[in-house]
């Protein structure tokens, strides 16, 4: 069965399993900040805590854009990927447990949302440098577009099972989903077969690519979040 056009770049395998692995791990993260926001005001009953939070998960891409986007373009980014998947499950899965025994506080959770805004900075970085890798040319607005829809998407799709879970269930089941989904997203960006190239600069060009690194993971990560 031929695929419609414009779902046309799902028909490439590496570029499929990418996609799926940043819908799986977005809802995760939007998943995460609905759990993360309640937890902390049942437990501390203050709004200024939930903004300390949301500045937590925010603040990495401000502090850590350049040196991320230096590493993508110096390592490879597949690995990278991967690890920013595997930091994040293990994140969310220490934080399910946490709150399931009862043993967890606001500035836990707070800390546990700035390494996993260091990590999705990371992912979505290397995503983004991936992607281009993996289509040709001609397909390239239309993975785009697609990548585009599954990012903003995600918003839903994890607000919408993290919801119910976090009415009927409680924090711990909503962190043990994230820890699953994060997993998931892993396991889909191991099975990406092609590996990049890994690109190299001259050391005058180092702060350059800083500069420009810096400000398209901010502008990537505020895209995100709102």
Aim: hydrophobic letters at 55%; one cysteine or more.
């Amino acid at each position: 069965m031929k695929t419609p056009k414009i779902f046309a770049s799902l028909g490439i395998r590496d570029f499929r399993f990418l996609w799926l692995s940043t819908a799986m791990a977005n809802s995760g993260q939007y998943a995460f900040t609905v759990a993360a926001s309640w937890l902390i005001f049942s437990l501390s009953n203050s709004t200024a805590l939930v903004g300390a939070a949301v500045f937590a998960t925010m603040i990495p891409g401000v502090l850590f854009g350049p040196i991320i986007g230096v590493m993508v373009d110096r390592f490879d980014r597949k690995r990278l990927l991967s690890i920013a998947l595997l930091c994040n499950a293990c994140n969310t899965g220490c934080l399910a447990i946490l709150s399931g025994v009862g043993v967890i506080n606001p500035f836990v959770v707070i800390t546990s949302a700035f390494f996993l805004g260091v990590f999705f900075n990371l992912q979505m970085t290397c995503t983004n440098a991936i992607m281009p890798d993996l289509i040709p040319k001609q397909s390239l607005f239309n993975a785009t577009a697609l990548q585009g829809s599954v990012q903003h998407g995600a918003g839903f799709l994890g607000s919408a099972l993290a919801s119910p879970l976090l009415v009927w269930v409680g924090p711990a089941a909503v962190f043990t989903l994230c820890f699953l989904l994060y997993t998931a997203a892993c396991v889909q960006s191991q099975a990406i077969s092609f590996r990049p190239a890994i690109r190299t600069y001259s050391a005058h060009l180092c702060p350059v690519i800083c500069f420009t690194r810096f400000w398209r993971a901010s502008a990537i990560f505020a895209r995100h979040l709102y």
